[in-house]
């Protein structure tokens, strides 16, 4: 008995020979796992070094090849307790935004009515700090964590994943992004008109060392068009994610999640990192 996935519509597949699946089932409507990066410090069991790992499954890569499902969408969250000791744990999630303006209106207590005048995002006293002492004094960072998230699906699992981009790996992060947006617009100026998920680019690790510290960052390279070929190699769940609806569902998920205790499990294994190399 075969046990082939046969796509009815973008959204159902069903198993040829048995009584099927259907994803539109809550019990098996996946949902984006969580991508994170083996840090120096990590004390996962078994665990590589540097690897792009899976949280929920545990499966470990070196090198994927993946695409972008939405927008990249950069938020806040502002935990209460010591950083440093794993206080980013939804029961410690005070404050945060999805758009970067203004505190969420799940948010338990907001901390200014606009982002932009908080004093636990302003980095001032720590950067007039440093230009006054010439070194930096950590007590100052803001507490309030500005991140990426990144929504992305893979060539080897064609599942849907997540990552949040942290700290110094934002700027790396920021740069693969350019290059990906150069993809974008030479094909607009050869009257092409692609969308965010119309490319596909390599994702792997670099290791970096600042001072004392050792941290691996998110490196993005070859991106490409996908053609009309490829699109099969990332499945049906590539397609269907691609559907308007589906992203704006995407979007929404990303909200009603945001506490989601995944999102922690990435934050612990770069907060000891973070805390000096932030700038």
């Keep these: 008995m075969g046990s082939e996935l046969t796509v009815l519509n973008p959204n159902v597949a069903v198993q040829q020979g048995g009584l099927g699946v259907n994803f539109e089932s809550k019990l098996f409507k996946l949902k984006p796992a969580t991508l994170t990066i083996v840090q120096p ?46 206080n980013r744990i939804p029961e410690n999630l005070m404050c945060f935004s999805t758009d970067m303006i203004k505190p969420h209106v799940k ?20 950067r007039e700090y440093k230009d006054k002492n010439g070194k930096a004094n950590k007590q100052l960072i803001p507490t309030c964590d500005a991140f990426y998230v990144a929504h992305l699906i893979d060539t080897v699992y064609q599942l849907p994943l997540k990552m949040y981009i942290r700290s110094k790996a934002k700027q790396h992060f920021e740069q693969g992004m350019q290059n990906v947006a150069r993809v974008i617009a030479m094909a607009k100026a050869q009257k092409k008109n692609p969308n965010i998920f119309d490319v596909k680019f390599k ?10 510290y050792s941290y691996y ?24 994610f691609n559907a308007k609806s589906t992203q704006q569902q995407l979007a929404a998920d990303e909200e009603s999640t945001i506490v ?19 700038i």
């Design 260 to 278: 989601d205790a995944q999102s922690t499990v990435d934050s612990a294994v770069t907060d000891g990192v973070n805390e000096e190399i932030n």
């Design 41 to 86: 410090q990590s004390t996962i069991a078994d665990a590589i070094k540097g690897n792009l790992r899976i949280s929920e499954t545990g499966d470990e890569f070196k090198e994927m090849h993946v695409a972008l499902l939405v927008m990249p969408q950069e938020q806040r969250q502002w935990h209460i307790g010591e950083p440093g000791e794993l």
């Design 217 to 240: 960052v998110p490196t993005i390279s070859e991106p490409k068009l996908i053609n009309d070929e490829e699109r099969e190699v990332f499945g049906a769940m590539y397609l269907a």
């Design 203 to 212: 994702l792997t690790t670099k290791l970096l060392q600042d001072g004392k």
């Design 107 to 126: 948010a338990k207590k907001p901390q200014a009515v606009y982002c932009a005048n908080c004093s636990r995002a302003d980095w001032g006293p720590y």
